[in-house]
């Protein structure tokens, strides 16, 4: 549940970090062009690649940011401590408690209801992210988790498989 947004949310740091370093990528191909051997127009046809890569992150961290604002202070708070890190006396003693989960399940639910809003939906999330290995792995391994919570023990099933038989 909620399995594209506690992505983007958790992809939300190292997003800011790939763009540097996607920056210093460019800077270095465009710096190095000048002795490549290889025609200007494949050079440029990278470079042009490139940029398009950065802008359509920077794009995805722009919705992730106006989905984030559009939440109300609390929520906003819970996001920031669970995902960003960002330390609140409040929470932090709230945390481990049931109202912890409680809060941070309803802050998730908003965070969800504002990027449909803005139009970020599931289906946009694998047209623009999929191109980002970073971001698909992370989806993956929150899925594969989520998977792995939802399935019941195997003791489970033989007790079901004995009531049904006997």
Partial sequence: MYLYEKTLLSCFNCMEEVIDKMEKTFVEAAVGSYTCLSPCEVVAEKLIAM???????????????????KLDGKKRQFISFKYFKRFDDEIAEIKNTREYFRKNASALKAFSSSLLHIGFT????????????????????????EENRNKLPSRYYKIVNRTEVG
Avoid: H
């Fill in 122 to 145: 599931e289906e946009k999330f694998f047209e623009a992210c999929g191109k980002y290995p970073f971001i698909m792995q992370v989806y993956y391994d929150f899925k594969e988790r």
């Fill in 51 to 69: 940029t398009e890569r950065k802008i359509n992150l920077i794009e995805i961290r722009n919705k992730v940011v106006r989905a984030f604002n």
